[in-house]
């Protein structure tokens, strides 16, 4: 029983789980104590985003060298099934077919990336970071799994979808029409309306850039905060005395599957709707004012 209660006193409060799993593996080596600073790199974001990125291509590779021309297996099926769909989704959104030979593949890049890293969130919160501690013999090691559940991250593939609207602005309507419709759309071409014109076109770009990345973070870190909250339940469960333990730890079974099974629908629903605004967004680049 004193150790039992010796235990519950190192434990850390549920504050301090927390914040030690919603802070990143970085190069500091620490907290971040500044929001904005350029000189940190988010060690596991990168790492976790790569290794989701080769697993798609893997998963994707493995089922292509099985494709066959007569009855589909289950894998082949569904990657048909999926191309298809990204491929009538990119149809409706881009006139240009030669732009589709790049974009169409593009968005389903994007979508099974989004939802692998998203997908992350489905292991249990200590897993990974216990594995971690344990390896680099550190108990306060910091790593978190979920790529899409830091704002750099997202912010990075929204600026990348951004940079493809600039090319594509440029490669259609060619540098001197873009800057063109800088200075005259939406208002109208005059000299008046010109600086009002460039502020509004430099809004747009950036409120859907920001939007877009901000919309798939919010989600994924909200996922995982409330994965965490659950997992403080079943925590619970072990230092408390009485009746409660069993009821915290029966609340905690129930509440993570509800969650897990719901959370389903909004990593794939995530991971779309990145990848629809992804087309929208470089569709709009085809079009003029």
């Given at each position: 029983m004193a150790i039992a209660h010796e235990a519950a006193a190192n434990a850390p409060s549920a504050g301090e789980y927390v914040v030690h799993h919603l802070t990143q593996l970085n190069t500091t080596g620490h907290a971040q104590t500044s929001i904005v600073d350029f000189s940190v790199i988010n060690l596991d974001?990168?790492?976790?985003?790569?290794?989701?990125?080769?697993?798609?291509?893997?998963?994707?590779?493995?089922?292509?060298?099985r494709v066959t021309a007569?009855?589909?297996?289950?894998?082949?099926?569904?990657?048909?099934?999926?191309?298809?769909?990204?491929?009538?989704?990119?149809?409706?959104?881009?006139?240009?077919?030669?732009?589709?030979?790049?974009?169409?593949?593009?968005g389903l890049t994007v979508f099974v990336w989004i939802f692998l890293m998203n997908s992350m969130d489905f292991l249990p919160v200590d897993l990974l970071p216990s594995v971690w501690q344990w390896a680099t013999g550190n108990p306060h090691a910091f790593l978190r799994v979920v790529p899409t559940a830091d704002l750099n991250g997202t912010l990075g593939m929204s600026i990348s979808v951004l940079l493809l609207c600039i090319w594509y602005n440029i490669k259609?309507?060619?540098?001197?029409?873009?800057?063109?419709?800088?200075?005259?759309?939406?208002?109208?071409?005059?000299?008046?309306?010109?600086?009002?014109?460039?502020?509004?076109?430099?809004?747009?770009?950036?409120?859907?850039?920001?939007?877009?990345?901000?919309?798939?973070?919010?989600?994924m870190y909200a996922g995982e905060l409330l994965f965490m909250l659950i997992a403080l339940m079943g925590a619970a469960y072990g230092t408390s005395v009485g009746a409660t333990g069993p009821v915290l730890w029966i609340g905690h079974v129930i509440a993570g599957t509800a969650w897990a099974i719901f959370h389903i629908l909004i990593v794939l629903l995530q991971a779309f709707i990145f990848m629809m605004l992804a087309l929208v967004y470089i569709g709009q680049a085809h079009e003029s004012h």
């Open positions: 974001t990168i790492f976790f985003s790569v290794a989701m990125g080769l697993l798609g291509l893997f998963l994707m590779l493995w089922v292509a060298r007569g009855v589909p297996g289950r894998g082949q099926a569904a990657l048909e099934i999926l191309i298809e769909f990204v491929a009538n989704q990119a149809n409706s959104i881009i006139h240009s077919k030669e732009s589709r030979r790049f974009v169409a593949p593009l259609i309507k060619g540098l001197g029409g873009w800057l063109h419709e800088l200075f005259t759309a939406p208002f109208g071409n005059h000299p008046l309306l010109y600086l009002p014109n460039f502020l509004m076109q430099m809004i747009e770009f950036l409120a859907k850039t920001v939007s877009h990345g901000m919309r798939l973070f919010g989600n």
